[in-house]
Each structure stands twice: as C-alpha cells, then as structure tokens.
C-alpha cells in the first residue's frame, strides 16, 4: 500500500510588518518537514507562494490583503522605451548561469550591496551561511546568473527554473554602477531566458500599492495579479507610463 502524505500549512504569530510601517502581518508557511520539488514549488506558486530559502510561504493577513503575487506573460510582454535604454545599456555585459554555490566573489558583492541599499534593515552584515540560505533550496534548480564588465563582476541576478515559469528571487549589484539600472536589466534579461527556454510566466513576488519599493514590478506590463484565488490583469491598475516599442533585434 502507498502511504500518501498531506502537506500541512502553518501560520506564524503576528509579528511587524517588512512593507507598511505600522501594520502588523501574518505569513502561511508550507510545512517544512514535507518533501517538497519543482512540480510542488510550481503548483505552489500558480497560487500565489514564494521561495525563501527552504520554505515555501504566503502572506495571510486577517485584515490587510495589500501583498498581491504578480507575474509576467512573457510572450506578450514588450519593452518600453526606458526598458529598451537599459537593455541597450548594458549590451556590453557578459553573463554566466551558474549552479547556486557559494562563492567569496558572489557573497563579497552580495555583503556590500547590502551594506549601501539596505544598511538597517535586517539584512546588512550577513555571513556565508545565510547568504545560501536565504538564496538558494536543496530542491530547487536555482541559477545565479551573474554579470561580468570587462571580467568584473557587477551584479548577480538569482532565478528559480520551474517547468512552466522562472521565479525571479533577488538580485544584487555594484551601487558604483546604479547608473545602468542592474535590477531593471535582470528582470528583462530573465524574460528573454524564459523565452529562450519556451516557458511561459516569470513569477516577480508581491506587488504593495503602497510601498514605493515594490512598485516598480508594476513597470512590467502586461502583468497578471493573483486576487480572489485567480489569476487576471488588474483593471484599476494604472497604465504603463511609458508605451511599448518593440524589442530591438
């Protein structure tokens, strides 16, 4: 007889919410004892969930429903024209998917981003141990696809590769070079590797209306929002503030 084996969910206790100053939040864990893969992390994540680390988790907030998961259609997506500087910016770069390994060049990069963009805020002074473990999962196929400028490396943007998307996890870069918007060139280069690999969405997390670092997802268009248990374009969404060109050749 096969034993068949239900994944539970826990929640955690309130605790300060990371996004919305003065709110308090709840987050839904998958258990963590339960054996989990791609196909689960995929099924997973059409509903709404998130990677960090090893856990698999959603925000469950009794009264705030502010934290919305978003994804990107990658074969209707196009470039804007500030998307498309950007993406013509960095054409000199030389990227490289890697395992998801620790590596002293990566975590050194990774400590100092931090130290300038986020000084304060939880995440400064990590070691190489949490680097892993916030990053990378012993089941999932994680890349860190990092970028080189004339063999420096400049920035590393950190992907899940499921069967029918990639989730895009983090990504951290030189501040020295901020002027050629890193972060924004991550997400487009993980759309154009998702069209190369045929896959369908690219998972961006939770988009906050209220918080000013989460509202650049909305620069992504078109983009799928997960409310009421569907997934659907927001129709309250304002446009994009830019219109679509094509992507160049």
Same mark, same amino acid.
């Given at each position: 007889?096969?034993?068949?084996?239900?994944?539970?969910?826990?929640?955690?206790?309130?605790?300060?919410?990371? *996004? +919305?100053?003065? /709110?308090? &939040?709840?987050?839904?864990?998958?258990? !963590?004892?339960?054996?989990?893969?791609?196909?689960?992390? =995929?099924?997973?994540?059409?509903?709404?969930?998130?990677?960090?680390?090893?856990?698999?988790?959603?925000?469950?907030?009794?009264?705030?429903?502010?934290?919305?998961?978003?994804?990107?259609?990658?074969?209707?997506?196009?470039?804007?024209?500030?998307?498309?500087?950007?993406?013509?910016?960095?054409?000199?770069?030389?990227?490289?998917?890697?395992?998801?390994?620790?590596?002293?060049?990566?975590?050194?990069?990774?400590?100092? *981003? +931090?130290?300038? /963009?986020? &000084?304060?805020?939880?995440?400064?002074? !990590?070691?190489?141990?949490?680097?892993?473990?916030?990053? =990378?999962?012993?089941?999932?196929?994680?890349?860190?696809?990092?970028?080189?400028?004339?063999?420096?490396?400049?920035?590393?943007?950190?992907?899940?590769?499921?069967?029918?998307?990639?989730?895009?996890?983090?990504t951290f870069f030189d501040p020295a070079y901020?002027?050629?918007?890193?972060?924004?060139?991550?997400?487009?280069?993980?759309?154009?590797?998702?069209?190369?690999?045929?896959?369908?969405?690219?998972?961006?997390?939770?988009?906050?209306?209220?918080?000013?670092?989460?509202?650049?997802?909305?620069?992504?268009?078109?983009?799928?929002?997960?409310?009421?248990?569907?997934w659907r374009r927001h129709v309250d969404d304002?446009?994009?503030?830019?219109?679509?060109?094509?992507?160049?050749?």
């Open positions: 007889m096969t034993r068949v084996q239900k994944l539970g969910f826990y929640a955690t206790p309130r605790h300060d919410c990371n *996004y +919305l100053p003065g /709110r308090e &939040a709840t987050t839904l864990f998958a258990d !963590p004892r339960f054996p989990k893969n791609g196909r689960l992390y =995929a099924a997973l994540a059409e509903c709404g969930f998130r990677r960090s680390g090893e856990h698999l988790y959603i925000p469950h907030c009794g009264t705030c429903s502010a934290c919305i998961p978003v994804r990107i259609p990658v074969a209707e997506f196009r470039r804007t024209r500030n998307q498309n500087r950007a993406w013509r910016r960095n054409a000199d770069l030389e990227i490289r998917a890697l395992p998801a390994e620790y590596r002293p060049e990566h975590f050194a990069l990774y400590r100092d *981003y +931090l130290a300038v /963009r986020h &000084a304060g805020g939880g995440m400064d002074n !990590p070691s190489p141990e949490n680097f892993l473990e916030f990053l =990378a999962a012993t089941w999932s196929e994680t890349l860190f696809y990092e970028m080189r400028l004339s063999g420096r490396l400049i920035g590393v943007a950190v992907a899940d590769v499921m069967h029918n998307a990639l989730s895009a996890v983090y901020s002027s050629r918007s890193l972060g924004r060139f991550a997400i487009l280069f993980e759309i154009e590797e998702a069209r190369r690999r045929g896959l369908p969405w690219i998972y961006l997390g939770y988009w906050i209306r209220q918080c000013r670092k989460m509202n650049y997802k909305n620069e992504y268009r078109p983009l799928e929002y997960y409310i009421n248990d569907q304002p446009p994009a503030s830019n219109p679509p060109e094509p992507a160049p050749e």
